[in-house]
């Protein structure tokens, strides 16, 4: 029989090709099958081949699965009427295959929504209450040089789910969806056995869903932080497959919701960071904030005890994250650790030999994708910009990354910056210079930006304060993170660090050439007014993207590693 031909056309499969949609049955014996079904009308099952095999299932259609096993459940007992019967390989092979699936772990990442990596206590913040989130980390491993590639929501988000570059996504600027061309990682979970939900913040477009069975999402009245759908997807989700949930708050995302969270925090006790005025106000915008987190924190360790109640808690690996750094001054937007550098707790009690450790290498958030692959045994194709770091749960010691490199694009602001970070050095290359450091539209209305206001022009604030309003600002900024690990002193200009700042140059212009990145004249302008976060009253228009004249979405260099 040909190659690609069915027996007969069957009930499921409307043409001789067998365009495949409802259910499909592998023999293995009398007694044993492996059932899967494949839903109508979803593209990735549009494409299977089939041959001939010499078996014969029950009802005498001979053919062969050749495709990649997809979703598969031992049953015994009735088979469904008008099922199509397919052998995988030899009954030997078709069982080492059931294994396979049976031990390949399930996948939980939270992602929190505009947390800065140290406010928890397992972080070093001790006026901030989060026993859940420290606990994980206590169990599991605590990553201390994790970073986003974007602080910004949508950009963010869709950089970690396709594994890739703001500017190869074609996604780089806040509110734009992931295109359709563009590889989500639980698609190719999905597509593998996984069973793939997403609760809470979505953000990334309709044609990310096709990666996940179900997504439910938003924020409501009785649940402001979108924590709510969590437990009913776990709780309800197919007992029989290993699961994919990607579970995203909108905790600790402005505005605040003080009144239904969990815990309030004194804001005598908050830990104001000095580029804030230490005011009433700012310390309870800070107060406010750390509510967000707690509520957060308390799912998280919701989560915990399902997963434990149903006996799963072994295999079953949890990541904890965020998505950029907290809504005030100098954080949320902004390419410095402040705004960047994220929160990153892996949990894995199967697969971490010595739990409580922490990790001080470098890790990119678009190594996130080829990780969760390469643990749940599926390859990583090319489209995919980040390594996997699978190997630093046995070694958090061994060498990894030399650089992370993020971007600035527009975010309510006109905006185009990008940054490369060493251990030693970070570097800060401006192609608007002449624009000021604000933040976003939410960041800028808070009480702590008009605190700062309100003092820029009497000379009361220190030179950390009254940096974001500095413009025009260098082109170049370099900081030395050994004698300023908080990025306030710019050393671009000192020839004591001349040929560092040389090298991490070189570095930068080689990643934008290899991964197509541009600086556009006309980029989208600003909706908003600077520093009051006000919309403006004009046509809302798009500019051109990053990388676009280069066709960036369709390049997958990963760059200097």
């Known amino acids: 029989m040909e190659e690609g031909k069915l027996v007969r056309r069957v009930p499921g499969f409307p043409n001789e090709y067998g365009t495949a949609s409802g259910h499909w049955t592998a023999y293995l014996d009398d007694n044993d099958w492996g059932v899967g079904i494949l839903t109508p009308g979803t593209p990735e099952f549009t494409s299977y081949r089939y041959e001939g095999s010499g078996e014969t299932g029950p009802e005498g259609i001979a053919c062969s699965y050749v495709a990649p096993v997809r979703t598969l459940k031992l049953t015994k007992g009735l088979v469904l009427e008008h099922d199509v019967y397919l052998t995988i390989g030899t009954l030997e092979e078709i069982r080492e295959r059931f294994s396979k699936v049976q031990e390949r772990p399930n996948v939980v ?14 972080y070093g913040n001790s006026g901030i209450r989060t026993p859940n989130i420290d606990r994980l980390a206590g169990n599991g491993m605590r990553f201390d040089n994790a970073f986003l590639t974007a602080s910004s929501c949508s950009p963010s988000r869709c950089s970690i789910i396709a594994g890739r570059y703001p500017h190869n996504t074609g996604a780089a600027e806040l509110h734009t969806s992931l295109p359709g061309d563009q590889i989500p990682f639980p698609l190719r979970l999905k597509e593998n056995g996984y069973y793939c939900a997403q609760g809470g913040k979505w953000h990334m477009g309709e044609e990310t869903k096709r990666a996940f069975d179900e997504v439910r999402g938003g924020r409501g009245g009785d649940d402001p932080g979108a924590e709510g759908e969590w437990l009913p997807l776990l709780k309800n989700r197919p007992m029989d497959r290993p699961f994919f949930m990607w579970f995203a708050s909108v905790d600790a995302h402005r505005g605040w919701d003080g009144k239904t969270s969990l815990k309030h925090h004194d804001p005598a006790k908050v830990q104001v960071p000095k580029y804030l005025v230490d005011t009433q106000d700012t310390r309870q915008d800070l107060a406010n904030y750390y509510d967000e987190i707690a509520r957060l924190d308390y799912y998280v360790g919701e989560i915990e005890k399902e997963l434990e109640q149903q006996g799963i808690a ?44 922490s990790c001080d290498s470098l890790v990119s958030a678009i190594d996130i994708a080829p990780t969760i692959l390469e ?4 390859p990583v194709e090319d489209s995919f910009q980040g390594r996997s770091f699978a190997s630093l749960l046995e070694n958090p010691e061994q060498p990894f990354r030399r650089f992370v490199f993020s971007e600035h694009n527009w975010h309510d602001h006109e905006a185009l910056e990008r940054m490369v970070r060493s251990k030693d050095y970070l ?23 008009r605190d700062l206001n309100s003092r820029v022009d009497s ?24 004698t300023d690990p908080e990025q306030f002193r710019n050393v671009a200009a000192d020839p004591d660090h001349a040929e560092a700042l040389r090298e991490i140059r070189r570095v930068m212009q080689r990643w934008r050439k290899e991964t197509a990145d541009t600086s556009p004249d006309n980029l989208t302008p600003d909706w908003y007014t600077r520093f009051t976060g006000l919309p403006l009253d004009i046509e809302r228009t798009r500019g051109e993207m990053p990388g676009a004249a280069k066709s960036a979405e369709k390049v997958n260099a990963k760059g200097p590693f």
Do not use: H
């Open 109 to 122: 990442l939270i992602i929190g929504d505009d947390i800065s990596w140290n406010d928890f206590g397992c």
């Open 427 to 449: 570097y800060v290359v401006n192609d608007r210079p002449r624009f000021a450091n604000c933040g976003p539209a939410d960041s800028n209305r808070s009480d702590s930006q």
């Open 314 to 357: 072994e295999k079953t690996i949890i990541i904890f994250m965020a998505d950029n750094g907290r809504p005030f001054p100098r954080c949320k937007t902004r390419v410095y650790d402040s705004g960047m550098k994220t929160p990153f707790i892996v949990k894995w009690p199967k697969g971490i030999k010595k739990a409580g450790r």
């Open 375 to 378: 643990w749940c045994g599926i």
């Open 459 to 482: 000379g009361e604030l220190t030179p950390e304060q009254k940096d974001i309003f500095l413009a025009p600002r260098p082109r170049e900024e370099l900081f030395d993170l050994k």
